[in-house]
């Protein structure tokens, strides 16, 4: 028998995918898209402070592309096979638990490993200007390949245990960021009920973050190659042990489990405390069900509106506690460090915004449950209104909520402006983010209904929903920003951040109205032959082919 016979196999199949070769020259890309602009920006500057610029910001934006990879890679290549029953298949033969674990992760990495190739040239670079060591780059690559690999492994794990796709996916998201941000806010802690005190070392070795920043800044403290080399050992050594669980585990998990009678009173409980009694329940059905039939199918749960709330509740406490643990720290800090509240939960609603979007129209669409529903008198206008309508249940109120949050964080920084101009200033921003962060909601939402009739998952017409709402905005007010600072025009502080805001505001709503009138042309025109035909293949793929 060939050794690892499922690794062979699926990197056949990897190695014909057209997104191997198109995911590696997109990460390249953006890497020298991103280092130019960071170049045009430095105008003036000494070459080694440039050089450590650039590899500074090379080097964490591959750390973070690093942690979260394995949310996109590998929280749902197990819980595909789960789902559809063919797991328990594959140990009918003489395969092992690691056969497959293997075998799945040698074909869901390849994509991350090429894409982390293509960074890596380009982290290079800043050695031919100086003020980097070898040794650091050195460091920083081997800090990134462990952080990849701890990602991945993670990401399989969580996939074992779930059956549905998205919730692997936030699941496993969510488990990374708590292992970077967690350390850190453990040793603040820590360092404020020490009255200032160091904290240890060991404290900071699960984080893969304090890893990269010991590979980044040379003068570190503790940055020495021991230090340095116990800590990868121990990331290494987490993604070996997640991967050797998640072989024993896998031949267990394949047979269908009988639930537990405190497992059963769980669900009853959570579902009881998310969606009330059985007769508050059946008024919420009537009641959907009389509004709209599809509004019922796609709001059916009221746990939606509650886990929204729930996310804001515990982000809010966080932030309390952060603040009361840390008053003495935190009004030393920069203003605009009061923004990173409102800053991750506009960017978390967005993001939920395009996943809930999707969800309900890919999946229907992949069961041809959609195209039954088309058979029926409930027509495409009823359906879409159906499903912006629970859209707005579940997101509305919440978006109004961080609104008022917005307008309180305002007010509270009005008390730290020295001038009036500050004070201006401050309106301005708040406001633009405000009409912005409306204008996303009903484009990510339209638009995603869009592409989840014509993506292949609901996944990647989520991933394609906030490239275009939100990253291409962003790339084109980043080249204006390289135009800008190339023809050097003579402008001060405040008229170039007036400047940029009102750009932003107009780009994002520019996009938002393009993409919202482009998604509601087709929806209205295409929807039920989207519904009934297998998705097409994109034109770009033939370019794979001819290469």
């Known amino acids: 028998m060939t050794f690892l016979p499922v690794v062979e196999r699926e990197l056949r199949v990897a190695s014909r995918r057209p997104g191997t070769y198109w995911g590696r020259a997109a990460a390249a890309l953006v890497a020298i898209v991103l280092g130019a602009h960071t170049f045009a920006l430095s105008g003036g500057m000494p070459s080694v402070r440039v050089g450590g610029l650039l590899f500074g910001t090379f080097s964490w934006l591959a750390f973070f592309w690093c942690v979260f990879t394995g949310a996109r890679h590998t929280a749902a290549c197990i819980s595909a096979e789960r789902r559809d029953g063919t797991l328990g298949l594959l140990f009918l033969t003489d395969l092992r638990g690691y056969d497959i674990v293997l075998g799945k992760l040698a074909a869901s990495s390849i994509a991350a490993f090429q894409g982390l190739l293509a960074f890596l040239p380009v982290i290079a670079v800043p050695l ?136 059963a009173r769980w669900r009853a409980f959570w579902r009881r405390w998310c969606e009330g009694s059985s007769e508050a329940r059946v008024r919420h059905r009537t009641q959907l069900l009389e509004m709209n039939p599809f509004l019922w199918l796609a709001a059916r749960g009221r746990g939606g509106p509650a886990y929204v709330w729930l996310f804001l509740a515990l982000t809010c406490l966080a932030f309390v506690c952060i603040w009361v643990f840390l008053t003495e720290l935190w009004l030393e800090l920069d203003l605009a460090r009061y923004f990173i509240l409102s800053t991750f939960l506009h960017a978390t609603l967005r993001c939920w915004i395009a996943f809930a979007a999707t969800r309900q129209l890919a999946e229907d669409r992949r069961t041809s449950a959609l195209e039954l529903l088309l058979s029926t008198p409930l027509d495409v206008p009823r359906i879409l209104d159906g499903q912006s309508k629970a859209l707005g249940r579940q997101f509305a109120k919440p978006i109004v909520a961080v609104l008022v949050l917005d307008a309180l964080l305002c007010w509270r920084m009005f008390g730290l402006m020295p001038s009036e101009t500050d004070w201006n200033l401050t309106i301005l921003f708040f406001s633009a983010r405000a009409v912005i962060l409306v204008g996303d909601a009903f484009a990510l939402g339209w638009f995603g209904m869009w592409r989840a009739m014509t993506a292949r998952s609901a996944t990647d017409a989520a991933t394609s929903t906030l490239f275009r709402i939100l990253v291409v905005p962003w790339i084109v007010l980043i080249a204006l920003g390289v135009l800008l600072a190339t023809t050097k025009p003579y402008l001060n502080s405040e008229d170039v951040f007036q400047l940029a805001v009102v750009v932003w505001c107009m780009i994002g709503l520019i996009t938002d109205l393009i993409s919202l009138k482009e998604a509601r042309r087709g929806l209205s025109a295409r929807f039920r032959l989207a519904a009934s035909e297998p998705r097409k293949r994109p034109w770009w793929h033939g370019l794979s082919s001819i290469a």
Do not use: K
């Open 128 to 263: 031919l200007l100086g003020g980097v060591l070898a040794a650091q780059y050195v460091r920083v690559a081997a800090a990134l390949v462990a952080t990849v690999f701890y990602s991945l492994a993670l990401g399989m794990f969580v996939s074992t245990w779930c059956t549905n796709d998205r919730r692997a996916t936030t699941l496993t998201g969510l488990l990374l960021a708590t292992v970077t941000a967690g350390p850190w806010i453990a040793a603040s802690v820590w360092a404020t009920m020490q009255m200032g005190a160091n904290p240890p070392a060991y404290l900071l070795w699960l984080s893969p973050a304090y890893i990269h920043l010991l590979g980044v800044h040379g003068s570190f403290p503790g940055s020495g190659w021991g230090h340095y080399g116990l800590a990868l050992g121990i990331l290494i050594a987490e993604g070996i042990a997640l991967l050797a669980l998640t072989s024993a585990l896998l031949p267990r998990l394949c047979h269908e489990r009988v639930a537990s009678a405190r497992g």
